[in-house]
């Protein structure tokens, strides 16, 4: 069974930097599509970004467009979401998922999509 777990989330001021990580549990770390999701509250869950294992990313939401990055380091089965120029607006509850795709290219931005879920990290951005 696929388990993922983040860490990293925080409160920062507005401006600051975090940098959210989850690991996962994969036998081989390839043919997924690995996705960062957030949900603030009364709202729906939405992507942020998400990329195909050893490739480059593939989907980022335009909200967080040259602010945030998704990247990997496959040696220790880890994705990573740096994100930077934090404003309040990023404030959610940040989930890594993972999808199984055989074949490499786009990664939906579409939760139910994802079959796997971590139980999500905190992040709180004031003003």
């Known amino acids: 069974d696929v388990q993922l777990v983040e860490s990293g989330g925080d409160s920062v001021q507005a401006g600051g930097s975090l940098r959210l990580s989850c690991e996962i549990s994969?036998?081989?770390?390839?043919?997924?599509?690995m996705g960062w999701f957030r949900q603030a509250p009364g709202k729906e869950r939405v992507a942020v970004a998400a990329?195909?294992?050893?490739?480059?990313?593939?989907y980022v939401a335009d909200s967080v467009k040259g602010r945030f990055a998704i990247s990997e380091d496959s040696a220790k089965n880890t994705v990573y979401l740096q994100m930077n120029s934090l404003k309040p607006e990023d404030t959610a509850m940040y989930y890594c998922?993972?999808?199984?795709?055989?074949?490499?290219?786009?990664?939906?931005?579409?939760?139910?999509?994802?079959?796997?879920w971590g139980q999500g990290t905190q992040v709180t951005v004031s003003a």
């Open positions: 990329h195909y294992t050893g490739m480059a990313t593939t």
């Open positions: 998922a993972a999808r199984r795709q055989s074949y490499s290219g786009s990664c939906s931005p579409v939760p139910i999509a994802y079959a796997y």
């Open positions: 994969l036998y081989t770390y390839s043919s997924y599509c």
